[in-house]
């Protein structure tokens, strides 16, 4: 009787437990449900619209490019040498003719100055044969000449030689680099610095070929950066390739002149947008209204209340507007923003302000 009893008592806990559990989960689904937001099928989605209309579109053509140096060279030695005189920095600013370092010349210098005393020796000599050539023979007048010019050739020689010891800014730049030191031996090539000018820089821009016909030598152009975004920078076409790349792109170089209240520096980005007039009248749209890729554009036509989702062809564009090739008509209302609310078909409410 005693085991029916506990039989009796577990089966009403397992049971009061069960109960508990399913109200419990009853109760937590309750919840949920009133936290899970449903949309109400008798409200109407808000959107803003506008009505397509033709317009003069100007079409601006951005194109990023990447700021190069006027000019940049590797000064390198032309000789062997131990440098005894270190004249720059690097990041040092230098002129044309700036001296770079000097090399230790001193036999060099030994030679030279012995060729300056053979020189004077044989122009004396022929002077005194030409002043009393009685007695002279040709031969001997002839030799004289001969030493004379030798000597001559052989000061030239080490004046070139000499020269070389000595190494010089071939232009006004920055010495962007430097890789010898004070009692440093170097070697014929050996690299010791590079000068950058940047005192204009070349902005390189890729642009299409359908776009290349718009561009020439001599055409100037307004460049901004996002360094200085309210500074407008003055750029001459420098260049325009012939040769299409790889993309079937081509190359144009735009000369920036520099200055040192707002410096560009090589490697910075530069933007140049071309404007010109594509079409007088034409149909357009804001970008916003805009929905798909660029190869399978859509956007929604509102008419009567319902937005249809509608494929159209696109062609040219400017920072505001998209110009439409087919697909709209004038006087037809497309949806510009609240689009991530639509679907085709849904009902919508028009509240532009």
Do not use: C, W
């Amino acid at each position: 009787m005693k085991t029916i009893n506990k039989k009796s008592i577990i089966i009403l806990i397992s049971s009061a437990l069960i109960l508990l559990v399913i109200v419990k989960l009853y109760s937590n689904k309750k919840e949920v449900s009133e936290k899970v937001y449903t949309r109400n099928v008798n409200l109407k989605t808000v959107i803003k619209a506008e009505t397509v209309k033709e317009s003069d579109f100007n079409q601006s053509t951005p194109f990023l490019g990447e700021f190069a140096p006027n000019r940049e060279v590797a000064i390198a030695s032309e000789t062997a040498g131990k440098v005894i005189r270190s004249a720059i920095e690097e990041g040092s600013n230098v002129s044309t003719g700036t001296l770079i370092a000097r090399l230790d010349d001193g036999i060099l210098q030994a030679q030279y100055a012995s060729a300056r005393a053979n020189f004077s020796n044989a122009s004396n000599k022929l002077k005194r044969y030409q002043q009393v050539p009685e007695g002279v023979t040709q031969l001997e007048m002839d030799n004289a000449k001969n030493q004379m010019l030798t000597s001559q050739a052989e000061i030239q020689r080490l004046q070139r030689q000499i020269s070389q010891f000595t190494i010089k800014a071939p232009f006004s730049g920055i010495v962007s680099m430097k890789k010898f030191e004070l009692g440093a031996v170097v070697s014929p090539g050996s690299p010791l610095a590079t000068i950058t000018d940047i005192s204009v820089l070349k902005l390189e821009i890729s642009v299409p070929e359908k776009q290349i016909s718009n561009f020439r030598k001599g055409m100037n152009l307004n460049v901004t950066t996002e360094v200085y975004p309210n500074m407008t920078f003055h750029g001459k076409v420098d260049m325009v390739a012939s040769v299409t790349d790889a993309s079937h792109n081509y190359t144009v170089k735009i000369l920036v002149p520099n200055n040192s209240k707002t410096p560009l520096k090589s490697g910075m980005y530069g933007n140049v947008t071309l404007e010109n007039n594509v079409a007088q009248k034409t149909i357009t749209i804001p970008r916003s209204a805009l929905i798909g890729t660029a190869l399978k554009p859509q956007v929604y036509v509102v008419k009567s209340g319902i937005a249809k989702l509608r494929a159209i062809e696109i062609g040219q564009s400017n920072a505001n507007n998209i110009q439409v090739l087919s697909g709209l008509n004038e006087g037809e209302v497309v949806a510009t923003a609240g689009l991530v609310n639509l679907n085709d078909g849904t009902e919508v409410t028009i509240k532009n302000n």
